[in-house]
């Protein structure tokens, strides 16, 4: 305890500078947990967060035992499997393919071009879709019409939900989420690829045998955190895209919770369901830094 204290106040500038960021993570990431033990009472707004009689796991076991859990399991997990399935690689490749462009102008063209996605607003991008896939004004529509085929409601369509979701994501996201590859790809050491050149090695092979494993740390974090989001479908995206038609594949965890707790004010048995996504994301989280841990050596912790 003196020795923290004595680094506090040696390096006090420092301590100064992130104070604001951890006041700001302690009033919106730690105090509101305060609120998790309404996941285990029966809520009374009028005896506040404190109040309401403790029922334990009653509203754990309804939402386990009810008709709802596998399909929102099964929808929330194959979105995000599918989304990291392909979504995962994608900033990966592009990082590795902007590193390969030699001109300066044309590489900061490029990586702006693939940026500039990511700065679209959700509700615009679901318009967007919805635009464009309109069966009746859409290019969609207007391609089967010229193929002379009847046009398809494809944001109507359940089988096809999940496709539409995933290359969306992919096409806002995978830009942006290349920064941080490019950063580590800045990071290897120039003579490496100077050492390759004169031993002959070809583009594909430098790849191969520089570019990949200096990047493969940075892989295994990213891929890490990713798995302790696994359950975390944005709501925000899933809850615009859904439709009566598409509902049996759309509905997510968190578009429920939303809809249980917010619109039928049933706030115990939503933060019961929020609060048991979190745990399954926690179980993922250890897991993969464990297994991560103990083959390559990398880990959170």
Same mark, same amino acid.
């Given at each position: 305890m003196n020795t923290l204290i004595k680094h506090i106040r040696k390096k006090y500038q420092l301590y100064i500078m992130i104070l604001p960021a951890l006041t700001i993570i302690l009033l919106f990431n730690y105090l509101p947990m305060y609120g998790l033990q309404l996941a285990f009472r029966d809520f009374d707004m009028s005896k506040g967060l404190t109040g309401g009689t403790f029922v334990g796991l009653k509203y754990f076991t309804k939402f386990i035992q009810g008709n709802q859990f596998v399909t929102?399991?099964?929808n929330t997990s194959l979105?995000?499997?599918?989304?990291l399935l392909a979504g995962f690689p994608t900033p990966i490749i592009l990082a590795l393919l902007f590193n390969q462009i030699r001109n300066s102008t044309q590489r900061k063209t490029v990586q702006t071009i693939a940026y500039v996605p990511h700065f679209i607003s959700m509700i615009v991008l679901v318009g967007m879709l919805l635009v464009f896939l309109s069966p009746t004004s859409g290019i969609a529509g207007n391609v089967?019409? %010229?193929l002379g085929k009847d046009p398809i409601n494809i944001m109507g369509e359940a089988k096809l939900f999940r496709l539409v979701y995933v290359i969306s994501e992919i096409w806002q996201h995978s830009g942006w989420n290349s920064i941080i590859y490019i950063a580590a790809l800045s990071s290897i050491d120039p003579q490496l690829y100077e050492a390759a050149k004169v031993d002959g090695a070809s583009r594909f092979r430098r790849i191969l045998h520089i570019d990949i494993p200096g990047l493969l740390p940075t892989i295994i974090i990213l891929l890490i955190l990713n798995a302790g989001g696994i359950m975390s479908v944005g709501f925000e995206k899933i809850f615009l895209m859904q439709n009566s038609l598409n509902l049996s %594949?759309?509905?997510v965890i968190s578009t429920?919770?939303?809809k249980i707790g917010i619109i039928?004010?049933?706030i115990s048995y939503s933060?019961?369901?929020g609060l048991f996504n979190t745990l399954i994301n926690f179980i993922f989280l250890v897991t993969v830094n464990q297994i991560s841990k103990?083959?390559?050596n990398t880990s959170l912790w």
């Open positions: 929102l399991i099964k979105i995000s499997f599918f989304t089967f019409r %010229v %594949v759309s509905e429920y919770t939303y039928n004010n049933q933060s019961a369901i103990r083959t390559n």
